[in-house]
């Protein structure tokens, strides 16, 4: 499987940004995706995912309200809606894919493909 992400850049803080992530390849393997995110100096944690039926499995508290994650199947993708964009949500956003395995969604190693990150800088 092979993750495409894309629709990174520069807004300014209360702007909006809708980020892409296409799968390609053995998708019928997937279970469900997920969007992490990386700041600058700080670890890479999970925002959002969503299982492959589109079921929403997780928000992170401080994106809840304000990003929405969905999904096209047809299309093998999966988008990123982020609203009222804060600087505090400037870094590296990076998709991911897994199979059907027991655990948290959160959890980064139950993720099996990733997309090379897309940066998203907001300004205040």
């Known amino acids: 499987v092979q993750l495409q992400a894309s629709g990174g850049g520069l807004v300014q803080a209360g702007d909006s940004l809708r980020l892409s992530c296409a799968a390609s390849?053995?998708?019928?393997?997937?279970?469900?995706m997920g969007w992490f995110r990386q700041a600058p100096g700080k670890e890479r944690e999970c925002v959002v995912a969503?299982?492959?039926?589109?079921?929403?499995?997780y928000y992170a508290d401080s994106v809840k309200g304000r990003f929405t994650i969905s999904r096209d199947n047809a299309k093998n993708t999966v988008y990123l809606q982020m609203n009222s964009l804060k600087p505090e949500d400037t870094a590296v956003y990076y998709c991911?894919?897994?199979?059907?395995?027991?655990?948290?969604?959160?959890?980064?190693?139950?993720?099996?493909?990733w997309g090379r990150g897309t940066l998203v800088t907001v300004s205040s």
């Open positions: 991911a894919a897994r199979p059907y395995r027991l655990g948290s969604w959160v959890t980064e190693s139950l993720y099996d493909f």
């Open positions: 390849g053995r998708t019928f393997s997937l279970h469900g």
């Open positions: 969503i299982k492959w039926s589109g079921e929403n499995m």
